[in-house]
């Protein structure tokens, strides 16, 4: 870190806070001109016009749009996204209890897209064109073109239904739920915290599947790309030298390419995290999973805007954070990009 | 490939540590239910505020009322023991029963829950202020006689039978007024706490609500009734039909309720399944604004309801869900009239058109909510319709939006949904028959006929003047004259399907019996232990 400039750090962070105001201002002005009815949700479909008024008035929806986005804007900067209509509870308190239920399936899916996808794209490029080359690209493409909600019934249907290797919907059996003390919220790691291993083990088992669906879009990505960076690699000249030198092929992609392509990697593994966040939305309706996606498709459904806002720019932020951090990664690790910077 | 192999090896190795991992799921345990259904609605469980169905189907577990409806649409007492009619009044005897705090149910508690219904002021309370209670009034409409005995004055509006249906619902549920006043926070009537927690003396009580996720109810072992067969009810939010499918299958959940047409059907020719088809005394309408230039027209009306096919819609769409039916009240109800003449008549409709002026057809949208039956029941509409001239452009949207629409009359077709107030013409034909206010300025978006700018005041004079007939008789020859009438105003209000909800059993549920307002209990419900 000592090579980045406080200057260059500082102007990336200012960068970041722009982006999220404008992701802040785009979304709050959606949310608003959306033709959704949040005071109907609340008061009933035959609530007479004064309940209706009362609560649109309790609600500041009877505001002009500026103080609306004004008050909202002051709650935000002091970390109140205001109460969740669906919930009755401070936004917050909410996304708290949402977010790391996503969080930890995001986690879950990056690591084992990261563990299937790299090694799959370095040894593709390795054998450019042989059958291990063909099936990768297979792979990459069913990945890619065929929907995660497709992928997730069908996971169930054959995993959890006909092999019973999996559990099934939800984050953890019923007859398990209210047993855990919510800590990190992070259901493995709470249930181990606990001691309780029979509920570690059954969370694991309901979060193998969803994980492995996830993550299988984002494999075809980092397969793909890894691959593409490997390729250019193997064409320079300092590979060729250490062929020629005798390096086996395995010892020239660890020992030579993969250093090279460290940091071109740790920015795909960042933007497919941040993806893995925002394809949670699917994956989480199909599974039941109580996190941010199905949170969001909830408070859409009824015009929940509070909830949809915050959420919509907690993800934002989340893949903005992970676009700055490989940002400030490129900029640590890749001297060219310092000196471009300069 | 030394260090590769390992890597490999590794993933292998956590891969089939995980699905070697012992598999704890089972069948559900005897004494725990577990139901599988959409809590997506799910927006409060004060008793007073919650209306939606699925809302319902908790609070009637957790809270008792006066009275209770049974399946077949039969007053019987619950926390009232008795009651006593004078024709002016009604007296209700309290039974000896308590709330799970420990605090015995009086008379109190009935006056503080209706007065609490009418302050609140939500969609409920309309139930009620249609037949003359208000905020302003109530305090002189129900009286504690004694702490055992409350007393009930009628209005001019409502006779002993419409008022005792109302006092069934779920918006009349006693709650604990001793505990709730604890809650009062800024003159909200304890509503912040109630939403998420309970106070009454029904055979459950709330243990955990998170919303779109889960809710655990705990069985009151004190209920006056005797301890519930289940110690605990599971409603899980599955919102996706096929993983509902698979986890009855599978035997994660015991009971079914959220189901596709598709997915239900498949559980016909199970023998460990039972499908039980609930009728709600509601139906499917295709509701057509009368402010439209087309629509104000009865004939064009007449036409439309010629132009659908009913019969072919019922058995390639509505399977389960519906049964073809346009006068708005269920056919094995009593006093039904038999179906009018509608029925997919192309040439009579495109004469009935031409008859209206409109020789070479028009085109409409239809707002529908993105939910089934009703998407696929859109597309069917507009496919019929399109045979008569009628272009029609569907627009779909979330509940919140075709709900506003709805609300300030934005529309041309719109496909709602309704429910039976009581088991008898005039509760299923409340929606129907009333609109005492046409105009704009009246804005009584909480009228459905208002909603279709429908105006129809001969109507609603004959539903008032029927509502508080006493004698049965003139009352039976009332409810077939409104039915009548309602269908030669050819209606803006065009009843579709008669509405069911399907659900699915397992095998070993035993004793559940699926109520048309969706107020079924489960202190009886068994289950057989696991094959």
Not at chain 1, 95 to 108: D, G, I, K, N, W
Not at chain 2, 354 to 366: P, V, W, Y
Request: hydrophobic fraction near 45%.
């Amino acid at each position: 870190m000592k090579e980045l400039s406080v200057a260059e750090f500082g102007r990336r962070i200012a960068h970041l806070i722009v982006s999220l105001f404008i992701l802040l201002c785009v979304t709050f002005v959606i949310g608003r001109v959306l033709p959704a009815d949040p005071v109907g949700a609340i008061v009933g479909e035959l609530a007479d016009p004064a309940a209706y008024a009362a609560m649109r008035q309790r609600l500041g929806l009877d505001l002009p749009l500026y103080e609306q986005f004004f008050i909202y804007l002051k709650g935000f900067v002091h970390g109140d996204f205001g109460t969740a209509i669906l919930t009755g509870n401070p936004v917050s308190a909410d996304l708290a209890q949402a977010f790391p239920a996503t969080f930890e399936l995001a986690t879950f899916a990056v690591i084992i897209s990261t563990f299937v996808g790299v090694p799959l794209g370095l040894v593709a490029a390795l054998f450019r064109d042989r059958l291990i080359d063909k099936i990768a690209r297979v792979v990459a493409l069913v990945g890619h073109s065929i929907p995660v909600f497709w992928f997730g019934i069908v996971g169930l249907v054959v995993f959890y239904a006909g092999l019973n290797w999996v559990g099934g919907p939800g984050r953890v059996d019923v007859y398990y739920e209210g047993i855990v003390t919510p800590r990190t919220g992070l259901l493995l790691v709470d249930s181990l915290l606990q001691g309780e291993t029979d509920i570690f083990w059954n969370a694991l088992s309901h979060i193998i599947l969803p994980a492995f669906i996830l993550a299988y879009a984002a494999v075809a990505y980092i397969t793909r790309m890894t691959r593409s960076f490997t390729l250019e690699q193997l064409s320079q000249d300092y590979v060729i030298a250490a062929r020629a030198k005798g390096v086996s092929p395995a010892g020239t992609i660890i020992g030579h390419v993969l250093p090279n392509i460290a940091v071109q990697l740790i920015t795909i593994l960042a933007i497919s995290y941040g993806g893995l966040l925002e394809g949670a939305v699917v994956t989480e309706i199909v599974f039941s999973w109580p996190g941010i996606g199905q949170y969001m498709t909830n408070a859409l459904m009824i015009g929940d805007m509070n909830a949809i806002l915050a959420a919509t720019i907690i993800v934002g932020f989340f893949f903005m954070f992970l676009n700055f951090l490989a940002d400030i990664a490129y900029a640590v690790f890749d001297p060219r990009t310092r000196e471009a910077a300069r | 490939m030394k260090h590769f192999s390992k890597a490999m090896f590794i993933g292998a190795a956590i891969g089939m540590l995980t699905l070697t991992a012992p598999q704890l799921q089972a069948a559900t345990p005897k004494d725990q239910l577990v139901i599988g259904t959409s809590l997506a609605q799910v927006l409060s469980l004060d008793p007073q505020q919650a209306t939606e169905p699925k809302a319902l189907e908790i609070l009637a577990n957790l809270y008792d009322r006066l009275v209770a409806t049974t399946a077949d649409g039969k007053i019987v007492p619950q926390l009232a023991e008795g009651w006593t009619d004078d024709g002016k009044s009604l007296t209700l005897k309290l039974r000896d029963a308590s709330f799970v705090s420990g605090n015995p149910v009086t008379a109190n508690d009935v006056v503080f829950s209706l007065t609490r219904l009418l302050k609140l002021n939500q969609s409920g309370s309309s139930y009620f202020k249609r037949i003359g209670y208000s905020t302003e009034t109530i305090a002189d409409q129900i009286h504690v006689v004694d702490p055992k005995t409350v007393r009930i004055d009628l209005t001019d509006k409502v006779t002993t039978e419409g008022l005792l249906y109302r006092l069934a619902l779920g918006v009349s549920s006693i709650v604990d007024s001793v505990e709730v006043q604890k809650h009062i926070v800024d003159g909200d009537s304890g509503n912040a706490w109630l939403r998420t927690h309970s106070a009454g003396s029904g055979p459950f009580t709330l243990n955990k609500w998170t919303p779109n996720e889960i809710v655990l109810l705990d069985a009151n072992k004190a209920y006056v009734g005797g301890a519930p067969k289940m110690r605990r009810v599971i409603i899980r939010h599955v919102p996706e039909s096929q993983v509902e499918r698979l986890m009855l299958d599978r035997g994660d959940i015991d009971i079914g309720n959220a189901l596709s047409k598709s997915d239900l059907e498949t559980f016909e020719t199970k023998s460990n399944f039972v499908i039980q088809r609930v009728p709600t005394g509601g139906f499917y309408v295709l509701a057509m604004n009368a402010g439209n230039q087309y629509l104000a027209n009865p004939k064009v009306r007449e036409a439309i309801a010629y132009g659908i096919d009913y019969k072919g819609i019922e058995k390639t769409i509505m399977g389960p869900y519906g049964r073809a039916r346009n006068i708005p009240v269920p056919e094995n109800f009593e006093y039904a009239l038999p179906n009018p003449d509608w029925h997919l008549d192309v040439e009579k409709a495109k004469q009935l058109l031409a008859e209206a002026g409109f020789k070479d057809g028009f085109s409409l949208t239809l707002k529908t909510i993105s939910q089934t039956p009703r998407i696929d029941l859109a597309t069917a509409i507009q496919a019929s319709l399109g045979q008569i001239g009628i272009k029609v452009e569907i627009q779909q949207g979330n509940g919140s939006e075709i709900i506003a629409a709805h609300r300030s009359r934005n529309f041309d077709l719109l496909l709602p949904q309704t429910s039976a107030l009581m088991p008898n013409v005039l509760g299923s034909m409340d929606d129907f028959a009333n609109n005492p206010d046409n105009r704009l300025e009246a804005n009584n978006a909480g009228n459905f006929a208002w909603r279709s700018a429908w105006d129809i005041p001969g109507l609603t004079a004959l539903a008032q003047k029927t509502s508080v007939e006493p004698d049965a008789k003139k009352r039976a020859e009332l409810y077939a004259q409104m039915q009548q009438m309602f269908v030669d105003l050819k209606p803006a209000l065009l009843p579709l399907f008669e509405r069911f909800e399907p659900l699915v059993l397992s095998g070993r549920v035993k004793g559940y019996l699926g109520h048309p307002n969706q107020m079924t209990r489960l202190e009886n419900v068994t289950k057989a232990e696991a094959e």
